[in-house]
């Protein structure tokens, strides 16, 4: 079993940055796969980035292409989420979420695990 914690939301305004933590406990995530996933008020659950199993290789959401990174730690079993040139848009609540199975996905249903996410909140 592996536990996930977010952190690092807030309130920002457009054009502000924040740093999601992601802090995992119960097994070492360096062979997990890592996402980053955010649901806005009324909408549905989306991808924003994924950190892929076993390498270096990430992907993006294009809404978010440019602006947001995503990164690991895995001396800290932990997972960032750099959010640069925030827009009002990108308000949501934010998730982290660890796979075992595939070495790359941006479906939720390949992922095992879920944080209970952090509230990210951007003013115009």
């Known amino acids: 079993q592996v536990q996930l914690r977010e952190s690092g939301g807030g309130l920002v305004q457009a054009g502000g940055s924040l740093r999601l933590s992601c802090a995992a406990s119960g097994r070492t995530i360096s062979n997990y796969l890592m996402g980053w996933f955010r649901q806005a008020p009324g909408k549905e659950r989306e991808f924003v980035a994924v950190?892929?199993?076993?390498?270096?290789?990430?992907a993006y959401a294009d809404s978010v292409k440019g602006r947001f990174t995503v990164s690991r730690d895995n001396t800290k079993n932990t997972v960032y989420l750099q959010l640069n040139s925030l827009k009002p848009e990108d308000t949501a609540l934010y998730y982290c979420?660890?796979?075992?199975?595939?070495?790359?996905?941006?479906?939720?249903?390949?992922?095992?695990?879920w944080g209970q996410g952090t509230q990210v909140t951007v003013s115009s």
């Open positions: 979420a660890a796979g075992t199975r595939l070495l790359y996905s941006s479906r939720e249903q390949d992922y095992d695990y």
């Open positions: 950190h892929g199993r076993n390498s270096g290789s990430t």
